[in-house]
Each structure stands twice: as C-alpha cells, then as structure tokens.
C-alpha cells in the first residue's frame, strides 16, 4: 500500500497529464487553424505522450492496489497572439509538470518509498527531455519561424515526427 500523500500526489498528477493532452491539442487546433499541418502534428504527438503519461501512473496506482479517482479537466483557456505563442507556453508548461514529478519524486523519498521512486527515475528523466524538445522548438522558431521559407521547412520537419509510446515497466 502506498503513502497516502504519495497517492494522492500521483493520482493528482494523472490528471494534471490529461489536461496536458488537452492544453496540447488546443496548440494543434490553433495552428491547424494557421495552416501550419506540421506544428500541428508535433502537438498531436505531444498530447499522445501526455496521455500516456497519464495511463502509466494510473497503471501503476492499480498494480500498488490503489484506487484511481478522475477530476473534471479544465479546458485550456490561453490566447494565442501569433504562432510563437504556444510554443512558449509550452515550455512554460513543461517546467511547471517538471516542478510536479519533482514533488511527487521528494514525497515518496520522505517515506522511503523506493518503488515509487523508481518508477518515477522514468518521469524525472521524460521530463527533462520533455524541457529539451521545448526548448529546441523555441530556438528553432527564432531562428526560421519569421521568415516564410524558413517556417515552411520548420512545418515540414514537424510533420515527420514520429510517435514512439514509452515502454516502462511498472
């Protein structure tokens, strides 16, 4: 049986993942509402991940015998000024879930709930590549994003992305 605060944590977090989906699929509306396909794909694939994400830790609460409760998921209510919007705000979001499985990561130390901790080594890591991709769209916005052909080739290399599900063992 798990700590109750490290459950509630987890089973917290499972549905802050499920608004991640949703904050990701609204960035893949607004820029499939630009015409940008590619950007809107790379956000598909990225809410894919935060939903598994979300299966995973919901996995893992009932492998340890616990109960999974599911809260209302807020919708995203960001106002996009131009196409540079979201991907800010998406690194933004990032650190704020990074500052999140950080907690969870500190809580199940405090009790010395190993199992717990290792299955969220797994997260700890996602995370940081999770800021890494961020970080990188951002970089590569600045320096194609403004000019058209530059911005073209930037879609077309989102459009390749490829979904890989995580293949964790809980």
């Not at 130390?109 to 080594?121: A, I, K, L, S």
């Not at 970080?135 to 916005?141: R, S, T, V, Y």
């Not at 052909?149 to 995580?166: D, I, M, S, T």
Request: proline letters at 2%; aromatic letters at 14%; a negative charge.
């Amino acid at each position: 049986m798990l700590d109750k605060k490290v459950k509630e944590l987890i089973n917290t977090q499972i549905n802050k993942e499920f608004y991640s989906a949703y904050l990701y699929l609204d960035f893949s509306n607004y820029y499939n509402d630009l015409g940008l396909d590619g950007f809107a794909h790379w956000y598909d694939v990225q809410a894919q991940e935060e939903r598994d994400h979300a299966m995973l830790m919901r996995q893992y609460l009932h492998n340890n015998g616990e109960h999974v409760t599911f809260n209302e998921v807020a919708k995203p209510d960001a106002k996009y000024e131009n196409a540079e919007d979201p991907i800010r705000l998406g690194l933004q979001h990032e650190q704020y879930v990074t500052s999140l499985i950080n907690t969870i990561y500190t809580a199940a130390n405090e009790v010395h709930d190993y199992r717990t901790m290792q299955c969220f080594d797994w997260f700890v890591k996602e995370q940081g590549e999770e800021e890494k991709n961020a970080e990188d769209l951002i970089k590569k916005f600045e320096l194609y994003g403004t000019d058209p052909k530059g911005l073209y080739a930037l879609n077309q290399e989102l459009l390749a992305r490829v979904y890989a599900a995580p293949s964790l063992v809980l």
